[in-house]
Protein backbone atom coordinates (compact mmCIF):
# COMPACT_ATOMS: atom_id res chain seq x y z
CA UNK A 1 0.00 0.00 0.00
CA UNK A 2 2.97 2.27 1.16
CA UNK A 3 4.98 1.36 -2.21
CA UNK A 4 1.68 2.07 -4.58
CA UNK A 5 1.28 6.04 -2.81
CA UNK A 6 4.87 6.08 -3.61
CA UNK A 7 4.01 5.81 -7.32
CA UNK A 8 0.81 7.66 -7.06
CA UNK A 9 2.93 10.64 -5.74
CA UNK A 10 5.83 10.53 -8.34
CA UNK A 11 3.40 10.19 -11.09
CA UNK A 12 1.66 13.39 -9.57
CA UNK A 13 5.03 15.39 -9.19
CA UNK A 14 5.99 13.75 -12.69
CA UNK A 15 2.65 15.25 -14.59
CA UNK A 16 3.09 18.57 -12.79
CA UNK A 17 6.60 19.41 -13.88
CA UNK A 18 5.44 18.18 -17.76
CA UNK A 19 2.57 20.77 -17.17
CA UNK A 20 4.52 23.67 -15.52
CA UNK A 21 6.99 22.87 -18.91
CA UNK A 22 3.98 23.30 -21.25
CA UNK A 23 3.13 26.39 -19.29
CA UNK A 24 6.32 27.76 -19.30
CA UNK A 25 6.87 27.02 -23.54
CA UNK A 26 3.38 28.38 -24.25
CA UNK A 27 3.84 31.42 -22.21
CA UNK A 28 7.57 32.28 -24.07
CA UNK A 29 6.06 31.88 -27.49
CA UNK A 30 3.35 33.86 -26.56
CA UNK A 31 5.94 36.20 -25.51
CA UNK A 32 7.63 35.86 -28.73
CA UNK A 33 4.28 36.05 -30.52
CA UNK A 34 3.96 39.26 -28.81
CA UNK A 35 6.99 40.87 -29.73
CA UNK A 36 6.90 39.66 -33.02
CA UNK A 37 3.30 41.48 -33.46
CA UNK A 38 4.28 44.56 -31.79
CA UNK A 39 7.28 44.96 -33.93
CA UNK A 40 4.89 44.34 -37.39
CA UNK A 41 2.85 47.11 -35.81
CA UNK A 42 6.32 49.51 -35.65
CA UNK A 43 7.58 48.74 -39.27
CA UNK A 44 3.90 49.48 -40.40
CA UNK A 45 3.63 52.81 -38.64
CA UNK A 46 6.85 53.78 -39.69
CA UNK A 47 6.39 52.96 -43.06
CA UNK A 48 3.59 54.76 -43.58
CA UNK A 49 5.68 58.07 -43.47
CA UNK A 50 7.56 56.89 -46.27
CA UNK A 51 6.77 57.81 -50.26
CA UNK A 52 6.82 54.23 -51.19
CA UNK A 53 5.66 52.40 -47.99
CA UNK A 54 4.06 49.76 -49.21
CA UNK A 55 7.37 48.51 -50.54
CA UNK A 56 9.07 49.71 -47.33
CA UNK A 57 7.03 46.98 -45.21
CA UNK A 58 6.79 44.28 -47.49
CA UNK A 59 10.83 45.13 -47.75
CA UNK A 60 11.39 44.88 -44.00
CA UNK A 61 8.30 42.81 -42.45
CA UNK A 62 10.67 39.63 -42.74
CA UNK A 63 13.21 41.28 -40.15
CA UNK A 64 10.94 41.80 -37.19
CA UNK A 65 13.94 40.23 -35.19
CA UNK A 66 16.54 42.61 -36.24
CA UNK A 67 14.63 45.52 -35.93
CA UNK A 68 12.01 45.14 -33.15
CA UNK A 69 11.03 48.75 -32.09
CA UNK A 70 14.21 50.70 -32.58
CA UNK A 71 13.76 53.57 -34.56
CA UNK A 72 17.80 52.77 -35.70
CA UNK A 73 17.46 49.80 -36.29
CA UNK A 74 14.75 49.94 -38.81
CA UNK A 75 16.69 52.55 -40.17
CA UNK A 76 19.87 50.45 -40.40
CA UNK A 77 17.96 47.18 -42.03
CA UNK A 78 16.51 49.57 -44.15
CA UNK A 79 19.50 50.51 -45.10
CA UNK A 80 20.94 47.20 -45.71
CA UNK A 81 18.02 45.74 -47.78
CA UNK A 82 18.59 49.27 -50.17
CA UNK A 83 22.17 47.85 -50.31
CA UNK A 84 21.78 44.27 -51.03
CA UNK A 85 18.87 44.93 -54.23
CA UNK A 86 21.77 47.46 -55.18
CA UNK A 87 24.14 45.28 -55.17
CA UNK A 88 22.37 42.50 -56.84
CA UNK A 89 20.76 45.15 -59.52
CA UNK A 90 25.07 45.83 -60.14
CA UNK A 91 25.45 42.15 -60.92
CA UNK A 92 22.16 41.61 -63.27
CA UNK A 93 22.72 44.62 -64.93
CA UNK A 94 27.10 43.27 -65.34
CA UNK A 95 25.25 40.34 -66.81
CA UNK A 96 22.86 42.41 -69.19
CA UNK A 97 25.78 44.95 -70.53
CA UNK A 98 27.43 40.97 -72.03
CA UNK A 99 24.10 39.95 -73.73
CA UNK A 100 24.21 39.07 -77.14
CA UNK A 101 20.60 41.23 -77.52
CA UNK A 102 22.35 44.37 -76.27
CA UNK A 103 22.09 46.93 -79.01
CA UNK A 104 25.67 49.28 -79.88
CA UNK A 105 23.52 52.45 -78.70
CA UNK A 106 22.82 50.80 -75.22
CA UNK A 107 26.24 50.29 -74.28
CA UNK A 108 27.66 53.14 -73.28
CA UNK A 109 24.14 54.42 -70.75
CA UNK A 110 24.58 50.26 -69.67
CA UNK A 111 28.42 51.18 -68.74
CA UNK A 112 27.78 54.47 -67.43
CA UNK A 113 24.86 53.16 -65.45
CA UNK A 114 27.03 50.11 -63.60
CA UNK A 115 29.97 52.79 -62.59
CA UNK A 116 27.25 54.65 -60.82
CA UNK A 117 25.57 52.07 -59.26
CA UNK A 118 29.56 51.22 -57.91
CA UNK A 119 29.32 54.51 -56.19
CA UNK A 120 25.71 53.85 -55.13
CA UNK A 121 27.19 50.58 -53.31
CA UNK A 122 30.29 52.34 -52.06
CA UNK A 123 27.89 55.23 -49.98
CA UNK A 124 25.84 53.06 -49.02
CA UNK A 125 28.09 50.77 -47.65
CA UNK A 126 30.01 53.99 -45.97
CA UNK A 127 26.63 54.60 -44.63
CA UNK A 128 25.94 50.99 -42.86
CA UNK A 129 29.54 51.55 -41.21
CA UNK A 130 28.97 55.01 -39.84
CA UNK A 131 25.35 54.06 -38.91
CA UNK A 132 27.01 51.31 -36.34
CA UNK A 133 28.49 53.77 -34.63
CA UNK A 134 25.30 55.88 -33.80
CA UNK A 135 24.33 54.45 -30.71
CA UNK A 136 25.61 56.64 -28.39
CA UNK A 137 28.06 58.10 -29.78
CA UNK A 138 29.30 61.60 -28.79
CA UNK A 139 30.07 62.07 -32.41
CA UNK A 140 26.34 61.55 -33.25
CA UNK A 141 25.20 64.89 -35.35
CA UNK A 142 28.74 64.18 -37.43
CA UNK A 143 27.69 61.11 -38.14
CA UNK A 144 23.80 61.54 -38.83
CA UNK A 145 24.99 64.83 -41.64
CA UNK A 146 27.66 61.65 -43.06
CA UNK A 147 24.83 59.42 -43.00
CA UNK A 148 22.10 61.78 -44.87
CA UNK A 149 25.07 62.90 -47.34
CA UNK A 150 26.02 59.44 -48.15
CA UNK A 151 22.52 58.02 -48.50
CA UNK A 152 21.27 60.86 -50.52
CA UNK A 153 24.31 60.65 -53.09
CA UNK A 154 23.24 57.14 -53.75
CA UNK A 155 19.86 58.12 -54.27
CA UNK A 156 21.29 61.07 -57.00
CA UNK A 157 23.66 58.38 -58.69
CA UNK A 158 21.27 55.54 -58.97
CA UNK A 159 18.91 58.43 -60.81
CA UNK A 160 21.59 59.04 -63.32
CA UNK A 161 21.84 55.48 -63.86
CA UNK A 162 18.16 56.55 -66.16
CA UNK A 163 19.18 59.45 -67.28
CA UNK A 164 21.30 58.02 -69.76
CA UNK A 165 18.06 55.45 -71.05
CA UNK A 166 16.25 58.48 -71.57
CA UNK A 167 14.77 58.69 -75.01
CA UNK A 168 15.65 55.02 -75.74
CA UNK A 169 13.10 52.37 -76.68
CA UNK A 170 13.29 48.74 -76.38
CA UNK A 171 13.40 46.31 -73.80
CA UNK A 172 17.35 46.84 -72.74
CA UNK A 173 15.50 50.10 -71.11
CA UNK A 174 12.24 48.37 -69.81
CA UNK A 175 14.63 45.71 -67.93
CA UNK A 176 16.84 48.57 -66.64
CA UNK A 177 13.83 50.63 -65.25
CA UNK A 178 11.91 48.47 -63.49
CA UNK A 179 15.16 47.36 -61.78
CA UNK A 180 16.34 51.07 -60.95
CA UNK A 181 12.79 52.12 -60.00
CA UNK A 182 12.89 49.11 -56.88
CA UNK A 183 16.34 50.30 -56.00
CA UNK A 184 15.33 54.15 -56.06
CA UNK A 185 12.34 53.57 -53.95
CA UNK A 186 14.23 51.52 -51.61
CA UNK A 187 16.72 53.84 -51.01
CA UNK A 188 14.32 57.07 -50.92
CA UNK A 189 12.66 54.80 -47.97
CA UNK A 190 15.69 54.16 -46.16
CA UNK A 191 16.46 57.92 -46.40
CA UNK A 192 13.02 58.50 -44.93
CA UNK A 193 13.40 56.54 -42.00
CA UNK A 194 17.11 57.68 -41.33
CA UNK A 195 15.39 61.27 -41.17
CA UNK A 196 12.50 60.16 -38.78
CA UNK A 197 15.55 58.29 -36.80
CA UNK A 198 16.92 61.58 -36.31
CA UNK A 199 14.00 63.74 -35.86
CA UNK A 200 12.72 61.45 -33.17
CA UNK A 201 16.76 61.61 -31.85
CA UNK A 202 16.94 65.02 -31.82
Known amino acids: MEGSLIKITSAKAFLLV ?20 ASTEFIKTSCSKTIWPS ?11 AIQTSPRLLAQTALSVALDQVVSTSAAMQRLSKAPGIKPGEVGPMNDCLEVLTDSIDELKNSMGEMSQLN ?12 QTWVSAALTDEDTCMDGFAGKAGNTKNVV ?26
Request: include cysteine; charged fraction near 10%; aromatic fraction near 8%.
Open 18 to 37: IISFNIHINSSVAMDYGAEK
Open 55 to 65: LCFTSLSSHTG
Open 136 to 147: GSPNYALLISDI
Open 177 to 202: RGRILNVVHLTSNALALINNYNSLHG
